[in-house]
């Protein structure tokens, strides 16, 4: 099974749900900005994912900024709730599949949790070769 925690507005969450929906698999399709988001559930997927809150944290096209949240004193439980009353806070998309969990930006980083890959040639949001028409990863 797939999960996708995902963005509908954003490209790389857009591109990062077509490479797995190319490559075959019917991922479970988390919209959490209208789900929202619950304590466990992101110390969950930080602690799988190798990741903090501050890491996690979106810091462009987000209130990060307006709310403080990068200033050096600011805590990871603070951003912590900000992201549970803001879900935009949190980096997207977030992907969990028997391999793993990874924060997919850039969108390639999926394929390292994909058995199988969508037919090559393949480009992300930017137009940029991902995979070639030898279904192999392009270097970048």
């Known amino acids: 099974m797939i999960v996708i925690h995902h963005n509908p507005e954003c490209g790389t969450s857009r591109n990062v749900l077509s490479v797995i929906q190319q490559a075959g698999y019917e991922p479970v399709i988390i919209d959490y900005q209208q789900q929202g988001w ?23 096209k987000s209130p990060a900024k307006e709310l403080g949240l990068l200033e050096d004193n600011v805590s990871d ?49 930017d137009g940029e070769l991902i995979i070639d028409s030898h279904n192999q990863r392009v270097s970048t």
Not at 45 to 57: E, G, Q, R, S, V
Request: aromatic share 6%; hydrophobic share 45%.
């Open 38 to 60: 619950t304590k466990p559930q992101l110390l969950g997927l930080f602690a799988a994912a190798d990741l903090t809150p501050k890491t996690a944290l979106r810091v462009t």
């Open 77 to 125: 439980e603070q951003i912590l709730a900000a992201m549970l009353q803001y879900p935009i806070l949190v980096n997207r998309p977030i992907v969990c599949t028997p391999k793993g969990v990874k924060l997919c930006r850039p969108s390639e980083a999926v394929l390292d949790l994909l058995d199988k890959w969508p037919k090559g040639p393949f480009s992300k949001e």
